[in-house]
Each structure stands twice: as structure tokens, then as C-alpha cells.
């Protein structure tokens, strides 16, 4: 895995990507993936590459795996698991994203229920079951224009 230049833009992309939640290691295996000069790397060039245990590496596929980032891809004559970005990867993040935004929206919900309406804490919980109801009904309409558009280029 060859990141040559690109390595500072990387390492920043991975703090971005650590400041919106990920786990670092999980956001420097992305990182690289994104950056990698080859369309699939294994594990061990991602723990090499990076400087980073293996052990890490494979809590960062699996959880990339796991959320329908990444994919592991056939390597004709290789004995190691190839892994690259899945087309489509972002889409599919947002898609799967619904079953949080749905969860965010019970638990406001709930906690609507179990403090009554006219509480002060109601009115936060109000704004925040709005806000998740919204992004659960817009989301999906949202992720399909993003297809069309993408399918036109």
C-alpha cells in the first residue's frame, strides 16, 4: 500500500474522521483505504503502512465491514483477504444510518413519555424526536436522488 504523498492528507482526512466519532485506528484504516494507489490491500499492508497492530487493523475492518464502508474483494493468486471501499460505500452508510435515526426518535420518544408533556426536559426531547422523525422520513428520498445523480454521470 502505497500512500506516498498523499500521507498528510490522509493523516488529516483520519482526523476529521476521528473528530466526527470514529475510533482513531478505525479512522486511519479508512483513510487509507480511500488514499490507497491500489484498488484492494490486505490487512497487514494496512497495519504496516499505517504502523499500527494488527490487532487494530482487524477491530477497524470489522467494524468498517460491519457498517457497509468496506468489502473484502477476491485477490486471484493471494493466500491474505483483500479489502477496499465499497462502491457506494456513503449511500449505504446513510441508508443504514435509518435503523439510528429511528432509535434516537423512540428513545426522544420515550423519554417524552416518562417525563410528560409539559415538562422542561419534554421540549428538548420534543426538538430531538422532530429532528429524528424528519431525518427518518427525508433520508431515504435523499440517499435515492443521490443515485439518480450519480448513475447520470
Known amino acids: 500500500m502505497a500512500l506516498a504523498d498523499t500521507t498528510e492528507a490522509a493523516e488529516r ?3 476529521v474522521l476521528t473528530q466526527g466519532g470514529l475510533q482513531k485506528a478505525t479512522a486511519r484504516v479508512l483513510a487509507a483505504l480511500l488514499f490507497a494507489d491500489s484498488d484492494s490491500v490486505t490487512a497487514p499492508q494496512l497495519a504496516e503502512g499505517l504502523g499500527i497492530s494488527s490487532g487494530s ?3 477497524a475492518i ?5 457498517v457497509g464502508l468496506i468489502e473484502k474483494v477476491p485477490a486471484p493468486g493471494s493466500r491474505r483477504e483483500h479489502y477496499r471501499l465499497r ?3 456513503w449511500a449505504t452508510l446513510m441508508s443504514a444510518q435509518n ?3 429511528q432509535a434516537m426518535f423512540e428513545a ?3 423519554g417524552i413519555a416518562a417525563t ?9 426531547l420534543a426538538e430531538m ?3 429524528y422523525g424528519f431525518m427518518f422520513r427525508e433520508l431515504p428520498a435523499l440517499v435515492e436522488r443521490w443515485q439518480a445523480e450519480r448513475s447520470r454521470c
Not at 470489522?62 to 460491519?66: D, H, I, R
Not at 410528560?116 to 428538548?124: E, H, M, W
Open 62 to 66: 470489522k467494524m468498517l465491514s460491519t
Open 129 to 131: 424526536r422532530d429532528f
Open 116 to 124: 410528560g408533556a409539559d415538562a422542561p426536559a419534554a421540549r428538548r
Open 87 to 89: 462502491e457506494g460505500a
Open 108 to 110: 426522544a420518544d420515550q
Open 13 to 15: 482526512m483520519a482526523l
Open 99 to 101: 435503523s439510528t435515526v
Open 57 to 59: 487493523v482487524s477491530g
